[in-house]
């Protein structure tokens, strides 16, 4: 088996290298490689069950054709100062403009028109306002909320017109290992077998993250330790969140707590959404938030997350991570645990029994109440508290007693590759991109890394 270009996975990035290569009419045989599953077999049986069935080989939210995000919440951030630091590696006027061609594609693909958080600047002003006095940044963002279920339909039809059009996709298939042969890339080894290829791009997403960096380790790929991201996901009515819901859709807030000055900031916000489980290879159970176009809870969700880098003697803030989430899971007995934001400060434990009397009724049904202050490190813990605190001055009624945090939250991009602005690395012919690179935080930013990419290749 031959190929000019071998994709490593079919998340956004890999798949807008293929679509821009078929765009600008490139003749070159691709070759996707997918461990998941097609897109129009990505089906969470939790929907019927009501619980998580710990689905073999893989978690069919966290894998398959689209990645990860477009099962989530479905989300475009329209502006290059969300989604990552890849504005510093390409700059910011190529990021913006290369935002603006991709969200057109999104279009023709079906995605819906409309955009949020543009139609009333007015209101805007009032909120960034209390931000500021709470010592909070605001980073207003155009939404385009695919939605979860629409994602699907919109990412089907794509994966239809790459394979129409000639790109051949493996699924179920997990790539093993490259081939580095005298500093050049040669290919890539699946379930023992070699498949040669001319270039090789690693777009294996945020759940690839740590099997990229035992990569980079075996064949010298220049890379450093950066940013892991230690959260929870938080809770609230509706009504709390109306007025940020309906100006902004996704209120994005960044501070910097005391005592510790830590970057702490707001992530995923779904108005109306559902709080869900995510399960990674080796068993860790983490919590994320989906957002339906035309099915609605009563709540709304987002992440807070806090910011941690590692460097001397310690340089693996993935594995530091892990940890993390996994005495949660301990703690939960394999499922996302939840407690009250009044009961963390009480310093007492939730229980089941105190859910049921609550004005915010989780919507995550199968999460086990308890005590996420046993399992988050005490300072992530107090950055979290104190920003909380801060988001109620923006938002009253955030830091109600009633509030629901979710743990564990994490977000695994710390590895970040070294590579010049064509996306070239130390060893010729091997190119990284999307979120397993350390560059992008999300949908968007990785499409436009996969469509860069994609010129790159079809020249």
Not at 232 to 260: C, D, H, Q, T, W
Request: with cysteine.
């Amino acid at each position: 088996m031959n190929y000019d270009v071998i994709i490593i996975g079919a998340g956004p990035a890999g798949i807008f290298t293929a679509v821009e290569m078929l765009r600008r009419g490139s003749k070159k045989k691709i070759l996707i490689i997918e461990k998941g599953q097609p897109v129009e077999k990505r089906h969470c049986p939790k929907s019927q069950t009501g619980k998580c069935m710990n689905c073999k080989p893989d978690c069919h939210i966290t894998t398959g054709f689209s990645g990860a995000g477009a099962f989530s919440d479905g989300k475009l951030s329209l502006s290059c100062e969300v989604g990552g630091t890849l504005p510093e590696l390409i700059g910011e006027q190529t990021a913006q403009e290369t935002i603006a061609y991709t969200d057109n594609i999104y279009l023709e693909f079906g995605a819906d028109e409309h955009v949020e958080g543009i139609s009333n600047p007015d209101k805007i002003r009032e909120i960034r306002k209390k931000a500021i006095n709470a010592s909070l940044k605001l980073v207003d963002c155009p939404i385009r909320h695919l939605g979860t279920e629409m994602a699907q339909q919109l990412y089907a039809r794509i994966e239809k017109h790459l394979l129409d059009s000639g790109v051949e996709i493996m699924f179920n298939t997990a790539c093993d290992d490259i081939i580095v042969e005298d500093g050049v890339c040669k290919g890539v080894f699946c379930s023992g077998n070699a498949i040669s290829g001319n270039e090789t791009v690693i777009a294996a997403g945020r759940k690839g993250a740590d099997w990229l960096e035992k990569i980079c380790v075996a064949h010298g790929i220049g890379h450093r330790p950066g940013t892991v991201d230690i959260g929870v996901r938080v809770e609230v009515r509706n009504e709390v969140m109306e007025e940020v819901n309906e100006v902004l859709y996704e209120s994005k807030l960044i501070g910097y707590p005391a005592p510790f000055r830590n970057k702490v900031r707001t992530f995923c916000q779904n108005p109306g959404g559902f709080v869900a489980q995510e399960n990674y290879d080796d068993g860790l159970a983490v919590v994320n938030g989906h957002s339906y176009k035309n099915i609605k809870s009563d709540n709304t969700n987002l992440a807070i997350l806090c910011s941690h880098n590692f460097s001397v003697p310690f340089n693996q803030p993935i594995e530091y991570a892990k940890k993390v989430g996994e005495l949660a899971n301990m703690l939960g007995n394999g499922h996302i645990l939840v407690q009250r934001y009044g009961d963390i400060l009480d310093g007492k434990r939730t229980w089941e029994k105190e859910l049921s009397f609550s004005n915010v009724k989780p919507s995550l049904p199968d999460a086990v109440a308890g005590d996420i202050t046993a399992a988050i490190p005490y300072r992530t813990m107090t950055n979290i508290i104190n920003f909380i605190k801060a988001v109620d001055d923006v938002v009253p009624g955030f830091a109600s007693r009633e509030t629901l945090l979710y743990s564990p939250e994490l977000k695994f991009y710390s590895n970040r590759i070294k590579m010049d602005e064509h996306f070239n690395t130390n060893i010729k012919g091997l190119h990284c991109l999307g979120d397993s690179s350390g560059w992008t935080r999300g949908l968007m930013m990785a499409s436009i890394m996969g469509v860069l990419m994609g010129r790159e290749l079809s020249e």
